[in-house]
């Protein structure tokens, strides 16, 4: 089965400056990835995702995320952080035996 | 509009009264799916169902039963809640690719408490 680990719980940076939020997965077929938005008492929306094809994928919002399959990473990062992507952000993995498995989520704090 | 939606939205209840929390979406998605999301956990699948009839256990699946008679509906049923069963909860749906579940649109969750 797959699973996916996000390495930092809480990331904090300043506005204007790099977001950089780490995901890593282990899946047996070639998965699926996503990464999800969750913004404060609202469900999760798609950011992005990687099916197959270009391993570079761009998002909404203007962050973009890459596929390493030989470092089984999934990194989402975003140039210029604003105010209003203060978020939760997750990770999740699709495999072929119908589950999807999520990350335990990365808080993001822009600082002014 | 397309979406999900989830009821009710606000819950709280006392250990072991049955409830059932409904899940519907207009997309003619064959993929939902129920998760519970607690702090620094994530989101955990406790059931999901790839068409009508065809239900699975997720991650977390004690205490929790699902049915899947319509295509549109997929309600989560609690036979005898118990505290640790109070969490965040979101129904979500998708189309499968190919035997893989897509995006999922998520419902704007169940706050479940459970005294």
């Known amino acids: 089965a797959q699973s996916v680990t996000q390495l930092g719980s809480h990331v904090s940076v300043s506005e204007g400056a790099l977001v950089l939020l780490r995901c890593n997965y282990s899946?047996?077929?070639?998965?699926?990835l996503f990464w999800y938005v969750q913004y404060p008492n609202q469900g999760l929306q798609l950011l992005l995702k990687?099916?197959?094809?270009?391993?570079l994928v761009k998002g909404i919002n203007g962050f973009e995320a890459e596929f390493k399959k030989s470092e089984t990473s999934f990194h989402l990062t975003k140039p210029s952080a604003h105010m209003s992507d203060a978020a939760e952000y997750f990770c999740?993995?699709?495999?072929?035996?119908?589950?999807?498995?999520f990350g335990a989520g990365t808080r993001l704090t822009v600082k002014p | 509009e397309a979406q999900v939606t989830q009821n009710p939205r606000y819950l709280i209840t006392v250990t072991g009264k049955k409830l059932t929390v409904t899940c519907s979406q207009n997309?003619?998605?064959?993929?939902m799916s129920w998760y519970r999301q607690d702090p620094g956990l994530g989101l955990r699948q406790i059931y999901y169902?790839?068409?009508?009839?065809?239900?699975d256990k997720g991650d977390v699946p004690e205490g929790y039963k699902v049915s899947r008679k319509e295509k549109r509906n997929f309600p989560l049923i609690l036979e005898s809640p118990s505290p640790n069963q109070t969490s965040l909860y979101f129904c979500?749906?998708?189309f499968g690719s190919g035997g893989f579940p897509d995006t999922q649109y998520f419902g704007p969750g169940t706050r479940l408490t459970v005294l």
């Open positions: 997309m003619n998605h064959e993929y």
């Open positions: 999740a993995v699709s495999g072929n035996n119908n589950d999807m498995r």
């Open positions: 979500a749906s998708s």
């Open positions: 990687y099916t197959t094809g270009a391993t």
């Open positions: 899946s047996s077929v070639p998965p699926y």
């Open positions: 169902s790839m068409n009508v009839e065809v239900t």
